[in-house]
Nanobody
Framework: QVQLMESGGGLVQPGGSLRLSCAASGNIFSINTMGWYRQAPGKERELVATITSGGSLKYADSVKGRFTISRDKNTVSLQMNSLKSEDTAVYYC??????????????WGQGTLVTVSS
């Protein structure tokens, strides 16, 4: 069993900043890619940013230059600056986990709501 615990969502004014964190725990041998996805009302879930165990980064075009993903072992964070109303969404953490029994799992967090509004 692997759990992802997210924190840091909330209400922020346009132009403001928020930091999301996600900690993985449980039956973990290693974690390959960790990342953040988001789903706005009435829209499909989309990739925001990912980071591999080797440190390779990937960002959605819409957040480049404003969001920064980072990772410390089994914790991934997303620093969000210059937030816009269109960043409003539920943000989900995702991890590609290798368990101690060498099974491969894709695990999702429960989601944290980010609302950008004045």
């Amino acid at each position: 069993q692997v759990q992802l615990m997210e924190s840091g969502g909330g209400l922020v004014q346009p132009g403001g900043s928020l930091r999301l964190s996600c900690a993985a725990s449980g039956n973990i041998f290693s974690i390959n890619t960790m990342g953040w996805y988001r789903q706005a009302p009435g829209k499909e879930r989309e990739l925001v940013a990912t980071i591999t165990s080797g440190g390779s980064l990937k960002y959605a075009d819409s957040v480049k230059g404003r969001f920064t993903i980072s990772r410390d072992k089994n914790t991934v964070s997303l620093q969000m600056n210059s937030l816009k109303s269109e960043d409003t969404a539920v943000y989900y953490c995702k991890a590609h986990v290798i368990t101690r029994t060498l099974s491969s799992l894709e695990v999702w967090g429960q989601g944290t709501l980010v609302t950008v509004s004045s």
